[in-house]
Structures are given as C-alpha cells and as structure tokens.
C-alpha cells in the first residue's frame, strides 16, 4: 500500500486531536501535533515554551501575531525587527519539519498551516474538520469536562488565534473550503464514522493513477 499523508485543520471543539490521533493509528502513521513544535525547540535549541509562545494555537497567538503584522512590511532599508526575526525562524523551523514528516513516510499531521505547507503534494490528503459553534461548544464541554462559559472563551481564542496565523503567515482563509479536499462537520457525526470517511479518503488518494 503507497503510503498516505494527512493534514487535518480543525476548529476548537471540532475533536482534530483525537480523530487525528486514531486515523494515524488507523492508517499505521505518525501522529504529529505537539510533536512539532516539540521537534522544533530541539531544531533551534530553544526551550518548549518558547517554541508553543510561538505555535498557533498559543493563547498568546493573537496580540503576537497582530503585533508583527505591523511590523511584517518594514521600510525600504530598515532591517525587520528582531520578533519578526524570531517569528520567521520558527515558522520556517516549523515548516520543514512539516516536509520531512511527509516525506519520510505515512503521517497524519494536525494544524501548523500544513495543507498549505504541502500544497498539491502527490498523495497527500488535505482535510478540514469544523462544525456550528454550538455544537463545538458542546463537544469541547464533554471532552474537557469544563462548563459552557470556559467552552465558549476557549472557542473564541483558540479560532481567533488559528485564522491569525494562518492569514498572516501565508495570507489565507483557513475557512476556505477551496484549501481542502475533504470538509467534514465532526460535530455531526462520531470520531469512529469520521475516521472511517478520511481513512478511504486517504487510501484514495495514496493510492497511484490507474492505468489504461
């Protein structure tokens, strides 16, 4: 079997973690979500917590990334300030990681921009997971057995700070259905089906062109 490539983007509350986490066991895969900037700390041999101030989904994300925006486009001449520096080395840092994982065999790679990191690489499966905010709500209660008034501040900062990065670090809409080829409301349906649904997904898509 070719192997198969996961990105998933998924919304606070839309259980990426753990049908991401079941699909790469599923599928025999490397599961890669804390991992990444874990492997990055190590890269720039800076600690942890530096490396997650700076990952996307940081309750910090927002101020950080609105912060540099302002800074992204320096004066003709002036050098870029050095958070912008800091920010580019561990987005660069970040993205690497994200093309050796893939390219290193079956992975299932959560968050981090990665359908964009990969782009239309061969046999590689974009998926968006998302749902009614409600919904997501809910979900998030049950998982993290917390009440709706934490639920619903956890939603508004963790999407917040994921649609920042990746619209200012690579200019998308993380929302853009376009971005995937597979948009799955897990708010619907349980982890077990939506894991059944992306694992013939991505054998699909691993699998060669058929020949005449």
Request: glycine share 8%; with cysteine.
């Given at each position: ?72 486009m320096p004066w003709p001449g002036q050098p870029p300030s050095p958070s912008e520096i800091g920010e580019r ?47 997501r709500v809910e979900q998030a209660m049950r998982a993290e057995g917390i009440d709706r008034k934490t639920a ?54 691993s699998e060669p062109p058929a020949h005449g």
């Open positions: 079997m070719a192997r198969s490539v996961v990105t998933i983007s998924a919304s606070y509350g839309a259980s990426g973690s753990q049908i991401g986490r079941e699909l790469a066991r599923r599928l025999g895969a490397r599961f890669f979500d804390r991992a990444i900037p874990a492997e990055v700390a190590r890269r720039l041999a800076v600690p942890l917590e530096r490396a997650l101030a700076h990952d996307e989904a940081a309750p910090s994300g927002i101020a950080r990334v609105l912060h540099s925006c302002g800074s992204f080395a561990f987005r660069a840092e970040t993205e690497r990681v994200i093309h050796e994982a893939a390219g290193a065999g079956a992975a299932v790679l959560l968050g981090r921009a990665a359908a964009l990191v990969l782009g239309d690489a061969p046999g590689t499966l974009h998926v968006r997971l998302d749902g009614p905010q409600a919904r619903r501040h956890r939603l508004r900062e963790s999407d917040r700070a994921r649609d920042a990065y990746v619209r200012h670090a690579y200019g998308a809409d993380p929302h853009d259905h376009q971005l995937y080829h597979l948009v799955v409301d897990s708010t619907a349906l349980d982890p077990a089906t939506c894991v059944d649904l992306l694992t013939l997904a991505a054998f699909a898509r």
